[in-house]
Each structure stands twice: as C-alpha cells, then as structure tokens.
C-alpha cells in the first residue's frame, strides 16, 4: 500500500524558510516521479516542484529561486527547501508520487498523495 507523509510544515515569518519532508513507502520510490503541491483557501491546488526519477526538476514561476526540490533514493524521502518565504506561499502542501507524470506540474498527473502538511507565513 503506497504512503506518503509529509512532514516540516509550520508557521513562519515572511522572509523566513522551512524544509519539508516527505516519507514515502509501499512502492519502489526510485523509479517514480514526485512531486510538491500545494492548495491555499479558496485556491484550486497547484504545482509547486516536481522531480523526475531520472532527476529532471521543474518549479512553478512563483517560486523558482526560492524553493528548492530534491530527493533521497535511499531514504525514500522527497524534501522542499523553502527560502525567502512570502505570505502568499500560505497553503496545505502535499506530497505526491506517481510512476510516470510525464515531468509536468499538473496535480492530474500524479495518482498517490499524502495528507498535507500546514504552511502559514505571517508576521
């Protein structure tokens, strides 16, 4: 049974940064394309990062400087470096994994989530 578990959100102040992890198991973790998404309130959810299981990495204009996507084959983990964080990045962020996403950031793409982890910027 595949699982994913977030983990590393919080509250933040505008500027400030976290690391988000993701513990995955129940599937062969290097061989699946994964992927940060998030949803804020009122939001559809969307694309934050995704990495390929060859490496290929993708980010959302939004964030692209600030966050940062990688992952640990031996640790079966996904993690999120987030830097310089704005108020705007507030949101649930979810983990998600699937064998082929075709390195697109489409939330449709990937078929396994994670249930969420809480990300508030504000002073």
């Known amino acids: 049974q595949v699982r994913l578990v977030e983990s590393g959100g919080g509250l933040v102040q505008p500027g400030g940064s976290l690391r988000l992890s993701c513990a995955a198991s129940?599937?062969?973790?290097?061989?699946?394309?994964m992927g940060w998404f998030r949803q804020a309130p009122g939001k559809e959810r969307e694309g934050v990062a995704i990495i390929t299981r060859s490496g290929s990495t993708r980010w959302a204009d939004s964030v692209n400087g600030r966050f940062t996507i990688s992952r640990d084959n031996a640790k079966r983990s996904l993690y999120l470096q987030m830097n310089s964080l704005k108020p705007e990045d507030t949101a649930v962020y979810y983990c998600a994994a699937d064998f082929y996403s075709g390195g697109v950031l489409s939330p449709d793409e990937y078929k396994y989530w994670g249930s969420g982890t809480q990300v508030t910027v504000s002073s």
């Open positions: 129940g599937f062969i973790f290097g061989t699946y394309d």
